[in-house]
């Protein structure tokens, strides 16, 4: 699987990708290695550096930085949590599986969460200019539609249960994402008390 590639199709052309993604065979070290190791990296970076060397404007605050060393903490534990919440969104995918009539196993629930992620991931450079991180909602939502897409050819999903299955793993992604977000704050926090 050539990275780029794999990036440029299932952002341009989903609908024709998802079959071939589908018939791959593969494990989960080789998607993480491949794959989701150097995609994940860039919100991890892409935010450190528009936090720490830009920052953002606040009226009657002026410019708003983050100090290296949170940042740097902010980076690495949101860069790990990133990667776990991968997996696990992926472990909770699979076993919603037979509820909506779907199969697939782990390394299938797995290629469908972090190919889903691709506009999320490449929209992470937005974070360079930390106010237009917001757009990143768009790239999100377009992960959503690209989750729909995949389920039937990698999950195997019924036409009738598409939909549903969506709807719940978005939930159960969206709440990964928001605790893990939340973790790496923590962490950002407690390392600007310590220095």
Known sequence: MNLQTRVINILSKPAQEWPVIASESTDVAALYKEYIVPLAAIPAI?????????????????????PLVSGLAGLIVGYVLALVGIFLAAFIV?????????SGGIVQALKIVAFASTPSWVAGVLQLIPMLGVLALLAALYGVYLFYLGLPSVMKTPADKVIPYMVVCAVVIIVISVVTASISGVFMGASRMMF
């Open 46 to 66: 892409c935010g450190f550096l528009g936090m720490t060397l830009i920052g953002v404007t606040v009226p009657f605050m002026g410019q708003i930085r983050t």
């Open 94 to 102: 699979d076993k919603l599986a037979p509820s909506f009539q779907s």
